[in-house]
């Protein structure tokens, strides 16, 4: 059948409207769904390589070292916190491992001492995770730190992340430590 | 052109906004944020004296008389030979069956103590968490039954576990080493106190991270001990509680978790010992017992907790955790003295290294758990020829990976006990891993405590329990 101008105009502006709503819905749910997942990493898949500390667009890393402290020994001997075979247990900065000084030591009682992460100075290097995984218990662990990741529609260092240990997470289920409690940020 | 007055002007402006850039430059603190990380920020306190006063051998509980037929023997840590091989001729099950055959069970203070036996009793250095006291407790073998119970108090706080240590026991002489470096030698058969000594005032030994690991040496009713502090190793009478040898400590090594282990070089009989610090190898008798013979500060890690294997001609390998990795060396007699040449040195996802316990040598193989900063081979159970220590022969696979926990030989057969629980037998094999079984035995956490095999069953323990497992063929 042929059309005249005017049907075809309407019919041109017809689908103009229904591709329209489509994109704007579709938008949308792309939009709803980012929202509703955040990017995570999986600390039984990290491998403490360091790219968190430089690959993530933030600057300093949204990835942070977190403290489990459920899972700590409170040694004095910290793995985390110190270098590997320093003679001398103090808070001096040539015994610490942690390069920008982020961990602070604090006595406890004879012989347990307490270490806190200080966020601020976090690189996200991940040196600290890898001395407490091989001396300790493991209660060191790298998150995604959500009130400073910008939650990138690809994010980058899961893109460099040699063990795919990124991956999108619930929002209810932002963060994924390994410990006795988990899915709760310290 | 200015006029002058400007020109005055202009230079005056300059000269105090220079001035004034110029103080500003000087009071500006670019780093005023940022602190020094200086020793003592951690308000660790000054070190002070203990007040406490511990009374050696102070109670004694007894609970029980005791008959049995048992002859079996595991005298000290690591068994008579310090290989850890259990001579028991008894034939072994391959299989669990249905399940484990768990003769008794009974609760210990937190920790990784672990027994020696000694026809049909069985001892151990609990930490008895009510009276806060060690406590040297004596059971039967056959059921479980506690006979008697010599103990003293002294405060151990939970850190890691509290006792760690296995007795060593002769027919007359029954010596143990608490967490807090205080030995005590008792009469096996009665539970009698008969001397004690404290390393920490006698010798001021550094109590080790985690508490004394070291286990005791006896050698024919002298006990071996190494306190580090004022002497490296030190020989003691058990018949009268003197100190028979002191070998000085020149470098000012301190005690590590390691045991002493005996080693025969060209007929000298020595000590071997890796204290925190270095190795070194000890005079065990004639007219230089207590001297120092040969000693290497190659290998001297923070922390050691497995002792030496002394291998054959000379050599000795020697591991430790916590990424330190292993050092296998060489000592070669050169005329009257003795020299320590390092013939592979390596970490630990490059050869064979253990964290906790000391590898065994069988047929002519060194057998060990490897530490989970291995890499891909992380807890893996491997083989490997002692000559090369980083050509591993064959591992467990990678679905049998196993924890800090204890491994030995008996009946030609492995038994592996995972920290978590699970007790494996496999093949002792020096061609590949065969696996012939394994059962989760228990539900506990951080089963470290040396295996015992003797008289046909099996001692084994997590960190609050003690299992005695009938594993006899028949």
């Known amino acids: 059948m042929k059309k005249d101008r005017r049907d075809f105009i309407n019919t041109c502006f017809r689908f103009a409207a229904g591709a329209g709503i489509v994109g704007i819905a579709g938008v949308l749910a792309v939009k709803s769904q980012k929202g509703d997942f955040l990017w995570q990493l999986d600390p039984s898949k990290c491998t403490q390589c360091g790219r968190c500390a430089t690959s993530c667009v933030v600057t300093p890393s949204a990835v942070k070292c977190i403290h489990v402290y459920d899972m700590c020994g409170y040694c004095d001997l910290c793995g985390g916190y110190f270098r590997p075979n320093v003679k001398n247990l103090s808070t001096g900065a040539e015994n610490q491992l942690c390069p920008t000084g982020a961990i602070k030591r604090s006595y406890v009682e004879d012989p347990f001492f307490k270490y806190e992460i200080i966020d601020e100075l976090c690189i996200g290097c991940g040196k600290c995770v890898k001395g407490c995984g091989a001396f300790g218990n493991g209660s060191l662990q790298l998150q995604v730190s959500h009130d400073l990741c910008v939650n990138c529609n690809q994010c980058a260092i899961a893109s460099d992340c040699p063990s795919d240990a990124f991956s999108r997470v619930p929002i209810d289920q932002a963060y994924k430590f390994a410990g006795f409690k988990s899915n709760k940020k310290i | ?474």
Not at chain 2, 258 to 282: E, F, H, N, R
Request: with cysteine; proline share 5%.
């Open chain 2, 1 to 474: 052109m200015l006029s002058k007055r400007s020109e005055k002007g202009l230079i005056l402006s300059s000269v105090v906004i220079a001035s004034m850039l110029f103080v500003y430059w000087l009071v500006y603190n670019p780093v005023k944020d940022i602190h020094a990380s200086v020793p003592g920020m951690d308000n660790r306190p000054e070190q002070s004296e203990s007040t406490e006063k511990i009374l050696i051998g102070e109670g004694f509980d007894f609970f029980s008389e005791f008959t049995s037929s048992l002859t079996g023997k595991w005298t000290q840590f690591r068994g008579a030979n310090s290989d850890n091989i259990s001579k028991d001729n008894t034939k072994l099950i391959s299989s669990w069956g249905a399940a484990p055959k768990i003769d008794w069970q009974v609760e210990l203070g937190e920790g990784h103590a672990a027994p020696v036996v000694y026809n049909g009793k069985v001892y151990v250095l609990d930490y008895d968490e009510v009276k806060k006291a060690d406590a040297l407790r004596c059971f039967s073998l056959e059921t479980g039954e506690e006979l008697w119970r010599r103990w003293y108090r002294v405060h151990i706080k939970r850190n890691h576990g509290m006792s760690r240590t296995v007795p060593a026991i002769n027919d007359k002489y029954l010596v143990t080493m608490g967490p807090r470096c205080h030995v005590m030698c008792t009469d096996p058969t009665t539970g009698e106190f008969l001397w004690g000594l404290d390393l920490v005032k006698d010798y001021m030994s550094e109590i080790p991270f985690w508490y004394t690991g070291q286990c005791p040496i006896l050698d024919n009713n002298v006990v071996i001990l190494a306190p580090g502090g004022k002497s490296l190793l030190i020989a003691v009478d058990c018949t009268t509680g003197k100190v028979l040898w002191e070998t000085p400590n020149p470098d000012n090594w301190q005690m590590s978790h390691s045991s002493v282990m005996p080693m025969t070089l060209d007929g000298k009989k020595m000590w071997v010992y890796a204290a925190v610090g270095g190795i070194v190898g000890v005079a065990a008798e004639g007219d230089d017992a207590g001297q120092i013979l040969w000693k290497t500060k190659e290998f001297s890690p923070s922390v050691v907790a497995p002792s030496p294997v002394v291998l054959k001609n000379g050599k000795i390998f020697m591991t430790a955790g916590y990424g330190a990795g292993s050092i296998l060396f060489q000592v070669k007699k050169k005329g009257n003295a003795y020299e320590v040449e390092t013939i592979q040195q390596f970490k630990p996802k490059d050869g064979v290294a253990s964290e906790q316990q000391t590898p065994i040598v069988y047929k002519d193989r060194m057998f060990a758990i490897l530490p989970k900063d291995a890499g891909g081979m992380r807890n893996r159970f491997v083989c490997c020829d002692p000559n090369d220590c980083t050509k591993i022969v064959w591992t467990s696979g990678t679905n049998d990976r196993f924890g800090l926990g204890p491994y030995i030989i008996a009946d030609g057969k492995f038994f592996i006990l995972k920290d978590d629980g699970t007790l494996t037998i496999a093949k002792a094999s020096t061609e590949k891993f065969e696996l012939l079984d394994k059962t989760k035995v228990l539900d506990g956490h951080d089963a470290w405590g040396p295996l015992v095999i003797v008289d046909g069953r099996l001692l084994m323990r997590d960190a609050k329990h003690l299992l005695c497992i009938d594993v006899r063929a028949n």
